[in-house]
């Protein structure tokens, strides 16, 4: 037992003094640690021989009772508590007698798989115990859920990845190989993690695809460095290290590690500045967003929404042009903000509610009427202003409204009822996902309108026809039950017991709104239906990618979903009467119009190169002998491109020592070709010549020495571009 103390010269600035921060909870700790024993150098805490490696601290008990404050003075906690903390792989070092976290069995079974991979030899490499620490840690990750983003968690994951991969990259790996390490950790640790074993393939995919993005980062990031470096320079300026960072995702410590190894410095002072220098760049756009924000200090408003469309309420505020005004006059666009209101504001994904407001206030159960109106004002969008203060957004068509003044708000029920198919059917299928795909699948973004949904998630392949179907086959199946949706009012707690499902990175109050439809239970702030019947029909409108390990899919329900499917069942109709067939008779008829479009391709192909064929051999007769070359040019009638290359080779076969410009019409359309036999591209070169005749009918073109294709739009220039040919030929002979 080591009594420690205080012994840094202040109180509280001790070695068993425990703070997470500056700030923040903190106190005394008890740490334990472990006697390796006398034949292991290294003293006990406390002593100037403690950073040796005989006494290891495998556990530590902190007494939390202060929270220190930013001046630097302590109060006490109000639940003081004991927090303690055990060092899992240390232990497992002691029990397997090794001095070392990466000695233990699960580090040396990833260190070799690393070494196998990376092709390194040295058991002993640091870079190799990166590479096995971050396959772990990766990997882990993406089971629960992370894909390698651009902003938060997501960002830490693509960081860790990319330190593990320049890792390798320094050990002289220049492909992917980090992801081939995935079933040797299954091997490791899946029967102690089940559930993370069965995603082996999955993980392995998603690492794969981040790892083949950023080689190609790294391949660009080399070429951009090696130009930067030519002629011999010795400080790579900071400006082209920020771009790399910057502009290519090409890590700073990379950059320097490379230029370390040509003896080269990186001006990190100019990197720093560029940095500084986008930082106040953004800091100003985001001063230039706040101040077009609207400013509000009053109370929040009422939401009566959920339960109805329609109510007499109050003006509070009104904005013109982003500046409060005391009234807005008709012709006006500005944003009302009402003390009570049934306008939903977009969040949660759900658009905002549009409609009418409206004085005075029409007969109860009546549409809105505009012309019984001496007050209209039209909501195109219903936007939050603060959390609970709804800005109405829209355009006063008639009359004057000052603050203060009485008016209806009224929704329009139609937008809304079909907004709420959208929402409701959100749920559901983002269940039917997680079924049909697997349990990884989460939330990754979603717009709710009258439209459609459209519903982003993590996924790292297509998601199949039959998965469609699937998909479609389960949410109608919850929609023809027709269970009734219920809304409660809970605390967080209380929800987190119903097993409601929350969004990772969502802000979540004291109090949630947890939504029960059909057999879904989440977390939602947004307007749904009564029953999963009223959604009526829901069917998968579109799929695919929108980022690396994120797919999309847009779908749509009741009436549009209807007309929809009406839609190609008209276009379905239409093909089948164009080609005389029944509609099941469709696929089939067309995949035999395919077979027959084919054959008649291989056929008029063939035709075309006899016919081709046949001019060629008319054409070698019209070619010049010039200084010892045979050159030709001429025009080749009913040739394609794939026809001139052709009878080229066929010519310059037949020519043996010669230069050949071909060219045809098609439509408005030139197509020319160029070729130089093998023994002339020393003083003739094809891709020079076919840019020559192509410049004199409107285009340009390119190719190799001996062969090069170009395009014109000029046809009716052809003829003198042929002509100059000899000519052109015999100033470079």
Same mark, same amino acid.
């Given at each position: 037992?080591?009594?420690?103390?205080?012994?840094?010269?202040?109180?509280?600035?001790?070695?068993?003094?425990?703070?997470?921060?500056?700030?923040?909870?903190?106190?005394?700790?008890?740490?334990?640690?472990?006697?390796?024993?006398?034949?292991?150098?290294?003293?006990?805490?406390?002593?100037?021989?403690?950073?040796?490696?005989?006494?290891?601290?495998?556990?530590?008990?902190?007494?939390?009772?202060?929270?220190?404050?930013?001046?630097?003075?302590?109060?006490?906690?109000?639940?003081?508590?004991?927090?303690?903390?055990?060092?899992?792989?240390?232990?497992?070092?002691?029990?397997?007698?090794?001095?070392?976290?990466?000695?233990?069995?699960?580090?040396?079974?990833?260190?070799?798989?690393?070494?196998?991979?990376?092709?390194?030899?040295?058991?002993?490499?640091?870079?190799?115990?990166?590479?096995?620490?971050?396959?772990?840690?990766?990997?882990?990750?993406?089971?629960?859920?992370?894909?390698?983003?651009?902003?938060?968690?997501?960002?830490?994951?693509?960081?860790?990845?990319?330190?593990?991969?320049?890792?390798?990259?320094?050990?002289?790996?220049?492909?992917?190989?980090?992801?081939?390490?995935?079933?040797?950790?299954?091997?490791?640790?899946?029967?102690?993690? &089940?559930?993370?074993?069965?995603?082996?393939?999955?993980?392995?995919?998603?690492?794969?695809?981040?790892?083949?993005?950023?080689?190609?980062?790294?391949?660009?990031?080399?070429?951009?460095?090696?130009?930067?470096?030519?002629?011999?320079?010795?400080?790579?300026?900071?400006?082209?290290?920020?771009?790399?960072?910057?502009?290519?995702?090409?890590?700073?410590?990379?950059?320097?590690?490379?230029?370390?190894?040509?003896?080269?410095?990186?001006?990190?002072?100019?990197?720093?500045?560029?940095?500084?220098?986008?930082?106040?760049?953004?800091?100003?756009?985001?001063?230039?967003?706040?101040?077009?924000?609207?400013?509000?200090?009053?109370?929040?408003?009422?939401?009566?929404?959920?339960?109805?469309?329609?109510?007499?309420?109050?003006?509070?505020?009104?904005?013109?042009?982003?500046?409060?005004?005391?009234?807005?006059?008709?012709?006006?666009?500005?944003?009302?903000?009402?003390?009570?209101?049934?306008?939903?504001?977009?969040?949660?994904?759900?658009?905002?509610?549009?409609?009418?407001?409206?004085? &005075?206030?029409?007969?109860?159960?009546?549409?809105?009427?505009?012309?019984?109106?001496?007050?209209?004002?039209?909501?195109?969008?219903?936007?939050?202003?603060?959390?609970?203060?709804?800005?109405?957004?829209?355009?006063?068509?008639?009359?004057?409204?000052?603050?203060?003044?009485?008016?209806?708000?009224?929704?329009?029920?139609?937008?809304?009822?079909?907004?709420?198919?959208?929402?409701?059917?959100?749920?559901?299928?983002?269940?039917?996902?997680?079924?049909?795909?697997?349990?990884?699948?989460?939330?990754?973004?979603?717009?709710?309108?009258?439209?459609?949904?459209?519903?982003?998630?993590?996924?790292?392949?297509?998601?199949?026809?039959?998965?469609?179907?699937?998909?479609?086959?389960?949410?109608?199946?919850?929609?023809?039950?027709?269970?009734?949706?219920?809304?409660?009012?809970?605390?967080?707690?209380?929800?987190?017991?119903?097993?409601?499902?929350?969004?990772?990175?969502?802000?979540?109050?004291?109090?949630?709104?947890?939504?029960?439809?059909?057999?879904?239970?989440?977390?939602?702030?947004?307007?749904?239906?009564?029953?999963?019947?009223?959604?009526?029909?829901?069917?998968?409108?579109?799929?695919?990618?929108?980022?690396?390990?994120?797919?999309?899919?847009?779908?749509?329900?009741?009436?549009?979903?209807?007309?929809?499917?009406?839609?190609?069942?008209?276009?379905?109709?239409?093909?089948?009467?164009?080609?005389?067939?029944?509609?099941?008779?469709?696929?089939?008829?067309?995949?035999?119009?395919?077979?027959?479009?084919?054959?008649?391709?291989?056929? @008029?192909?063939?035709?075309?190169?006899?016919?081709?064929?046949?001019?060629?051999?008319?054409?070698?007769?019209?070619?010049?002998?010039?200084?010892?070359?045979?050159?030709?040019?001429?025009?080749?009638?009913?040739?394609?491109?794939?026809?001139?290359?052709?009878?080229?080779?066929?010519?310059?076969?037949?020519?043996?020592?010669?230069?050949?410009?071909?060219?045809?019409?098609?439509?408005?359309?030139?197509?020319?070709?160029?070729?130089?036999?093998?023994?002339?591209?020393?003083?003739?070169?094809?891709?020079?010549?076919?840019?020559?005749?192509?410049?004199?009918?409107?285009?340009?073109?390119?190719?190799?020495?001996?062969?090069?294709?170009?395009?014109?739009?000029? &046809?009716?220039?052809?003829?003198?571009?042929?002509?100059?040919?000899?000519?052109?030929?015999?100033?470079? @002979?």
């Amino acid at each position: 037992m080591i009594r420690i103390g205080d012994n840094k010269g202040k109180k509280y600035a001790s070695d068993n003094f425990w703070m997470m921060a500056d700030t923040g909870p903190c106190g005394p700790c008890s740490e334990i640690f472990y006697d390796h024993g006398a034949h292991i150098p290294g003293g006990p805490p406390g002593s100037p021989g403690e950073d040796g490696d005989r006494f290891i601290e495998i556990w530590n008990h902190v007494f939390m009772q202060f929270d220190m404050q930013p001046d630097g003075s302590l109060v006490k906690l109000p639940a003081p508590c004991v927090d303690t903390g055990m060092g899992l792989e240390r232990l497992a070092a002691i029990l397997q007698h090794v001095h070392s976290n990466y000695e233990i069995d699960l580090f040396q079974g990833l260190i070799a798989a690393a070494a196998r991979e990376a092709g390194c030899a040295d058991l002993q490499n640091a870079s190799l115990k990166v590479i096995a620490d971050h396959i772990r840690a990766t990997a882990f990750l993406v089971g629960d859920g992370v894909i390698p983003s651009n902003e938060g968690r997501g960002y830490v994951q693509r960081r860790i990845i990319r330190r593990a991969i320049r890792h390798g990259y320094k050990l002289g790996q220049k492909t992917p190989f980090f992801h081939k390490l995935v079933p040797d950790l299954v091997a490791l640790m899946g029967e102690a993690y &089940p559930r993370f074993a069965s995603q082996g393939t999955r993980i392995s995919e998603v690492l794969k695809v981040e790892e083949e993005r950023f080689f190609e980062t790294l391949a660009i990031g080399m070429e951009i460095l090696d130009t930067a470096l030519t002629g011999g320079a010795k400080v790579l300026p900071g400006d082209v290290a920020f771009k790399l960072h910057d502009t290519y995702g090409f890590p700073l410590d990379l950059t320097q590690d490379v230029c370390r190894e040509r003896g080269v410095t990186v001006d990190e002072a100019g990197f720093a500045a560029a940095m500084d220098r986008q930082k106040t760049q953004a800091r100003a756009a985001g001063k230039f967003k706040m101040d077009k924000a609207l400013e509000y200090n009053g109370d929040g408003n009422d939401f009566v929404g959920y339960d109805s469309l329609s109510i007499a309420t109050k003006i509070v505020a009104i904005y013109v042009e982003g500046a409060v005004a005391k009234e807005l006059k008709a012709g006006q666009n500005g944003v009302l903000v009402l003390e009570t209101t049934p306008f939903y504001a977009e969040s949660g994904g759900q658009v905002g509610d549009v409609g009418w407001l409206v004085a &005075p206030a029409p007969v109860k159960g009546a549409p809105v009427s505009l012309d019984a109106a001496t007050v209209a004002f039209e909501v195109v969008d219903t936007q939050k202003i603060k959390s609970d203060v709804y800005g109405h957004h829209g355009s006063l068509r008639k009359g004057q409204v000052i603050v203060g003044d009485t008016i209806t708000a009224h929704v329009n029920p139609e937008v809304r009822a079909a907004s709420k198919r959208n929402h409701s059917v959100t749920h559901l299928m983002h269940k039917a996902l997680r079924e049909v795909l697997g349990e990884h699948v989460q939330q990754k973004g979603s717009l709710v309108d009258a439209q459609k949904t459209r519903f982003d998630f993590t996924h790292n392949a297509p998601v199949t026809d039959a998965q469609i179907r699937e998909i479609e086959s389960l949410v109608n199946a919850e929609i023809l039950a027709n269970a009734p949706t219920q809304a409660r009012l809970m605390d967080i707690e209380a929800a987190k017991q119903t097993g409601a499902m929350m969004l990772f990175g969502e802000k979540y109050g004291e109090i949630v709104r947890v939504l029960d439809i059909g057999t879904t239970t989440e977390l939602c702030g947004g307007t749904h239906v009564q029953r999963t019947g009223d959604i009526g029909f829901f069917t998968i409108t579109a799929e695919g990618g929108v980022a690396a390990g994120v797919r999309r899919v847009e779908a749509v329900t009741g009436l549009v979903a209807l007309n929809y499917v009406q839609g190609i069942e008209a276009t379905l109709g239409g093909v089948a009467g164009t080609l005389r067939v029944t509609s099941d008779e469709v696929p089939a008829r067309v995949d035999a119009m395919i077979v027959q479009v084919r054959e008649l391709e291989k056929e @008029l192909a063939s035709l075309k190169g006899k016919l081709a064929s046949s001019q060629g051999d008319e054409l070698m007769q019209k070619a010049e002998d010039v200084k010892g070359v045979k050159v030709l040019a001429a025009r080749l009638e009913g040739a394609d491109a794939k026809t001139l290359r052709d009878t080229m080779d066929k010519l310059k076969d037949k020519l043996k020592t010669a230069v050949i410009v071909l060219a045809t019409v098609e439509g408005d359309k030139v197509q020319i070709a160029a070729g130089v036999t093998s023994d002339s591209v020393g003083k003739v070169k094809a891709g020079e010549l076919v840019n020559f005749v192509a410049s004199q009918v409107g285009g340009k073109g390119g190719g190799k020495a001996d062969m090069a294709m170009a395009g014109g739009t000029e &046809p009716g220039k052809l003829a003198g571009a042929l002509a100059s040919v000899q000519a052109w030929v015999t100033a470079k @002979l």
